[in-house]
Each structure stands twice: as structure tokens, then as C-alpha cells.
């Protein structure tokens, strides 16, 4: 498994180290695995408003102010969750989201979670197909990534033979900087679509991490 010291770094080095790594869930009707092949970096040091912790450790933002290797899990836009590792030292307010990624364990318990993915590479492909593949939910909030007798748990994993670079999808600001990762080629690689979401009102803009 991965140690908090694996996570220490700023957000945008250690995102690219995520790629390949395993998230593992134990629930009553199984194991499941995902090898991940897509993050973006948000961090909290004042200079990405696209991040929750932007404004300090709100209620909702809190656990991403530390320790690392904590999961972020929060509801996007009312309609889905997504789920984050904490990264950085305690107080900075950083995190990884978790975009997409390969079942490599329990397909069988995943495609019974997601009876509408028509191939395996869209079981976990993209963060709220991850989430769902994994039934990661409010519950697992705060859930200790690093323990080996927690439920949900982020295993080392073999790095991928290339990385690519590019910007973060589904925000509406901070749209330049280059923050997502993913495995060059690998078909669970969310679709990207230049231009962000439009700007809502402050009360519902959603970054997101």
C-alpha cells in the first residue's frame, strides 16, 4: 500500500504519480479494483479557485486540509459523487480527483452496479462511473485510503509506459492550468470538451475538488 509519505507533494506532481495505482472496495456482495488511468490535481494554496478548499476549511472542505490519504467525497451538481485522495501536508487544502479507470477486480459485481456500461472500459470511466463501480457514497467520507482494514483503500500500482497532459474538464475556472493526467491511450481516458461549464451563481458553482 502507499504510505502518507508517497502523498506529501503538491498536488500537480502527485496526481501523475496516482496513474496505475488500485482503489480497492470490500462490500457484502464483493471486491472491486480500479486501476486508475485519469486524476486532476486541485490544491489550496490560494491560487486554484476551482478547488473546495479555496476558501479555506469550510464544513464541506475540511478533510481536504489533512491528513493526507484521506477520501474527499462530495455531490456533484445533485447528481452524482465523486471521490478524491488528500494529498499535500496538513493545512494545505489539497486533493486528487479520481477521473477514471480499469476494473481489474470483481468485473462481475461492477457490471451489476452499472447494467448500462455496454463495454468494460465504460464501467469506470469518468469520476461518477467510478464511484459507482466502486459504491463509493457519503459513508465513505473521510475513509483512511492508507489502512489496510479500511473498506476502501489506494494501493501502489505499476506506472503507465506514458503520461499526458492536459487541462481539467467540468470547471469554469482556472481552466488553463494543465492539471489532468491520464495514461496515454488508455481507452477509460474521459471524452474531453474544450470550454469548461458555463459560470453559475456562487451559491451553486461547483468545482471539483
Not at 22 to 44: C, H, I, K, N, S
Not at 67 to 80: E, I, K, N, Q, T
Amino acid at each position: 500500500m502507499l504510505t502518507a509519505e508517497d502523498l506529501l507533494g503538491p498536488a500537480d506532481v502527485v496526481a501523475p504519480a496516482l496513474l496505475g495505482c488500485w482503489v480497492v472496495t470490500d462490500r457484502p456482495e464483493g471486491r472491486v479494483a480500479v486501476r486508475l488511468t485519469e486524476v486532476e490535481a486541485y490544491t489550496g494554496d490560494g491560487s486554484d479557485p476551482a478547488a473546495h478548499s479555496h476558501r479555506g476549511p469550510t464544513p464541506r472542505a475540511a478533510i481536504m486540509f489533512g491528513p493526507p490519504g484521506r477520501l474527499y467525497v462530495y455531490f456533484s451538481y445533485g447528481v452524482h459523487w465523486c471521490a478524491n485522495v488528500v494529498v499535500g501536508p496538513d493545512g494545505t487544502g489539497s486533493a486528487v480527483l479520481l477521473r477514471a479507470g480499469d476494473v481489474v477486480v470483481g468485473e462481475d459485481v461492477a457490471r451489476s452496479r452499472r447494467p448500462a456500461a455496454r463495454a468494460a472500459r465504460d464501467l469506470a470511466r469518468g469520476p461518477a462511473r467510478l464511484t459507482q463501480t466502486l459504491a463509493i457514497g457519503p459513508d465513505d467520507k473521510d475513509a483512511d485510503l492508507l489502512d489496510p482494514a479500511s473498506a476502501v483503500r489506494l494501493h501502489r500500482g505499476p506506472a503507465p509506459d506514458a503520461v499526458s497532459v492536459g487541462p481539467r474538464v467540468g470547471i469554469s475556472v482556472a481552466t488553463e492550468l494543465p492539471w489532468r493526467f491520464w495514461e496515454t491511450g488508455a481507452p477509460t481516458v474521459s471524452v474531453f470538451r474544450a470550454g469548461g461549464k458555463p459560470r453559475r451563481s456562487a451559491a451553486r458553482q461547483d468545482g471539483r475538488s
